[in-house]
């Protein structure tokens, strides 16, 4: 279990060998085997595998367990109503949040960026307004890049379920940082639906976390 002061919900956390990967695991754990991963190299289902596991876990501690959590159409967890839950995985390390307190949650995994990525791609992930403001976080670039990275990635697993639709990076645009809080505010910069309209802000928060940042949004 993983531990947050900025959530209402269970955070449940594992780490996996994508080298030692069975599809046999599945069955094992009692998790069925969706036909989205017939053709999936074993690196993409055991990930697959461990960030179910976590779920399962989290919705068994909210006292809501499942024999299964289909995989949605665009690849999202189809969850039992009233249920909110979001999955990530990066570096080996799967992590889910649950709650029933909420309209709305994200959670995002990212390990640091490279520096020279971080460089080709920022112009992708934050306008010049960000740019600015994280800049005067005091972290080097490809710190605050991924923060941006991984809260936007956060607001997005948050806000599709109403949303509905993808949305890009530059959709949406941090304009509060508080390094002593560790959390972050959020301006939606274009209509996505009539729930979500152009100007509505989200708090998301982040916390270091095995060489990388932790990232969530809950509304």
């Not at 179910?52 to 989290?58: L, M």
């Not at 809501?64 to 999955?87: D, F, K, T, W, Y």
Request: charged share 20%; net charge negative; aromatic share 10%.
């Amino acid at each position: 279990m993983v531990e947050s002061d900025h959530f209402s919900g269970f955070l449940v956390e594992t780490t996996f060998s994508p080298e030692k990967y069975l599809d046999c695991f599945f069955s094992q754990l009692n998790i069925p085997f969706p036909s989205t991963l017939e053709k999936a190299v074993p690196s993409r289902r055991a990930e697959f595998l461990a960030g179910r596991g976590c779920a399962h876990f989290a919705l068994s501690k909210l006292e809501m367990p499942v024999a299964e959590i289909p995989v949605g159409e665009n690849r999202q967890p189809v969850l039992p109503e009233g249920v909110q839950a979001s999955i990530t995985h990066a570096n080996n390390r799967a992590i889910c949040a649950a709650t029933t307190n909420s309209r709305g949650l994200g959670i995002d995994y990212e390990t640091t960026i490279a520096e020279k990525t971080a460089a080709e791609i920022k112009r992708n992930i934050v306008n010049q307004a960000e740019e600015s403001l994280l800049a005067d976080s005091g972290l080097a670039m490809e710190n605050w890049l991924t923060l941006a990275f991984s809260i936007k990635e956060s607001l997005f697993k948050a806000l599709y379920p109403q949303v509905g639709k993808y949305f890009d990076f530059l959709d949406a645009e941090i304009i509060a940082l508080s390094p002593q809080q560790q959390t972050l505010e959020l301006r939606i910069l274009r209509d996505l639906s009539s729930g979500v309209p152009s100007g509505s802000t989200y708090t998301g928060a982040y916390q270091p976390h095995q060489g990388g940042i932790l990232t969530i949004v809950e509304y």
